[in-house]
């Protein structure tokens, strides 16, 4: 199967320079505290603006509790961890955040050691991530419409769905980003890399409706997707169109962007397509990162067996 990217068009192809954010209001004083922002500033030349807030909430945190490195030891980690971290899925976070940290620390030669190596990241049960049935998807994208932005809404769910977009990609998309006639668009991802995403002509028709009856003349850059007062459109506002529409077809109001997005790898997958594909379709620089799709589509075949079989329904033939 050849590249995704294979056929795009040159005007596709240059990068944009990646924006620059001002790092998350912290704990800057004191000598831990000056790290920090430090290391703020150096992640921010690497790492998208979610990550570089999300490392500065994570260690502003830290650096409140101790001001000095030298009192950076593992039973004040722990300290802290048991403190700010009240899950095991938070815990493995932070402690993640304080590992890069250290790790920055001893580059710059402000540490000589790393108090994180004697801590055991808590144990996470790995959670597959939840797809909608392709006739739940089905029923969620061809119901008629209710609301006061119809077109933009369904234009919105129909491009996410058939592309496999993160939230944060979907509402980043500019005009100039989107390409209807080769049915791409640029998108940038995680660590602010661009990558080429591909969708269909349903998208492509839907997009199209929204943009010749909907879209309100944008107030500030060019972005595809606006509010009514022509202003980018929101992660949160996406996340409330999504589950309206879910409710209105009897879903579960937990469905987010990025049920679409593990709906779209699932489905690619129970089609027929190979991993590798939609690895480049996801835009995850690992492999590893999409194989547990694989543990999803094999988790549905269990359940159509175990749902289906007269062995294991327990029923007798006639």
């Known amino acids: 199967m050849p590249s995704p990217n294979a056929s795009i068009p040159n005007a596709f192809r240059p990068q944009r320079p990646p924006k620059r ?18 290391f703020l500033e150096h992640l921010q030349v690497r790492r998208s ?12 945190q830290l650096v409140t509790e ?53 801590l055991e990241a808590p144990y996470k049960r790995k959670r597959l991530p939840k797809a909608l ?3 739940q998807a089905q029923e969620l994208l061809d119901q008629d419409a209710e609301s006061r932005t119809p077109l933009r809404d369904r234009a919105l769910l129909e491009l996410m769905y058939s592309a496999g977009l993160r939230v944060s990609e979907l509402v980043g998309i500019d005009l100039g980003d989107i390409d209807l006639t080769e049915m791409a668009v640029r998108v940038r991802g995680k660590g602010n890399k661009d990558r080429i995403a591909l969708f269909g002509p349903t998208a492509a028709g ?13 107030t500030e850059g060019n972005p595809l997707f606006t509010n009514s ?58 492999l590893a990162t999409t194989q547990i799709y694989t543990h999803v589509s094999v988790e549905r075949l269990r359940q159509a067996v175990a749902t289906a079989h007269p062995r294991s329904t327990g029923s007798k033939p006639d």
Do not use: C
């Open 21 to 38: 954010y001002p790092p998350p209001r912290a704990a800057m004083e004191g000598e831990l505290g000056l790290l920090l922002a430090s």
């Open 49 to 60: 603006a979610n990550t570089v807030r999300a490392y500065g909430t994570d260690l502003s």
């Open 66 to 118: 101790v001001a000095a490195v030298s009192d950076l030891t593992p039973d004040r980690l722990r300290l802290w961890l048991r403190r700010s971290a009240p899950t095991p899925v938070t815990r493995a976070r932070k402690l993640s955040s304080a590992r890069a940290f250290v790790r920055y620390m001893r580059t710059v030669g402000a540490i000589d050691h790393d108090p994180t190596d004697v």
């Open 133 to 135: 049935s392709a006739r």
């Open 206 to 218: 839907s997009v199209s409706a929204y943009q010749a009856g909907e879209r309100a003349a944008s």
């Open 229 to 286: 007062s022509g202003g980018r459109l929101t992660t949160r506002t996406v996340q409330n169109v999504i589950k309206r529409w879910a409710i209105r077809v009897g879903l579960p109001p937990t469905i987010s962007p990025h049920t679409l997005r593990h709906s779209f790898a699932t489905h690619l997958l129970d089609g027929g397509a190979d991993l590798k594909t939609v690895q480049q379709l996801l835009g995850h620089e690992s």
